[in-house]
């Protein structure tokens, strides 16, 4: 009987643990493993993951802010909606992100969750994903990945005939009019 309350007694704070598991609807995403999504479109487009406590205490996202993006390739990512910082046993927490692809290929980027899970921290995954036509807009600002400057094709087109007209005026500095008729100036 001694032994059995000495294993309990160190056993129990041993099951006492947060334990986070992170899913995308009802797929989990292990720790280091890799979530992917292919043919997405050219426009950006939101992803919600659910961080879930599996654990018997509560669990807790320890860096502001919670969710750290890193590694970027081919994309913009912003976090739309941070998770809570505190997730209570059998509880969870959503955090949304935006991806914008910016090019016409592969793209990809890296999520880090810092927390008081001793088995899992910093839980991290890779996204992976490709695109048949890059987005034309991240957020608010456009991006410059295609052929324009951002300038407006007509005001281009103004801009050259304007130098063209400049360029004729100093090389024929002066026509001759109808009262130089039958008199040319050189």
């Known amino acids: 009987m001694r032994w059995m309350l000495l294993a309990l007694f160190f056993a129990l704070p041993l099951a006492a643990q947060p334990d986070m598991q992170l899913l995308r609807g009802s797929t989990e995403i292990a720790s280091g493993g890799t979530d992917s999504i292919q043919n997405t479109g050219p426009s950006p487009f939101n992803i919600t993951y659910t961080i879930r406590n599996d654990g018997t205490t509560d669990l807790d996202l320890t860096d502001m802010p919670p ?38 290929t592969g793209f990809s980027f890296a999520v880090s969750i810092a927390s008081n899970d001793t088995l899992q ?4 995954f890779t996204f992976n994903g490709n695109t048949s036509a890059p987005s034309k807009k991240s957020g608010s600002t456009t991006l410059q990945n295609d052929c ?3 300038v407006r094709s007509g005001t281009v087109w103004i801009g050259l005939l304007a130098a063209g007209l400049l360029v004729l005026a100093a090389r024929f500095p002066r026509l001759p009019t109808r009262r130089d008729r039958g008199h040319f100036v050189d």
């Not at 993006?69 to 927490?93: F, H, R």
């Open 121 to 124: 921290n910093p839980y991290t």
């Open 67 to 104: 969710v750290a993006l890193s590694a970027e390739s081919n994309c913009t990512v912003i976090v739309l909606q941070d998770p809570a910082v505190t997730v209570g046993p059998a509880g969870t927490t959503t955090f949304r992100l935006q991806v914008s692809p910016i090019a016409a």
């Open 148 to 150: 324009s400057t951002g």
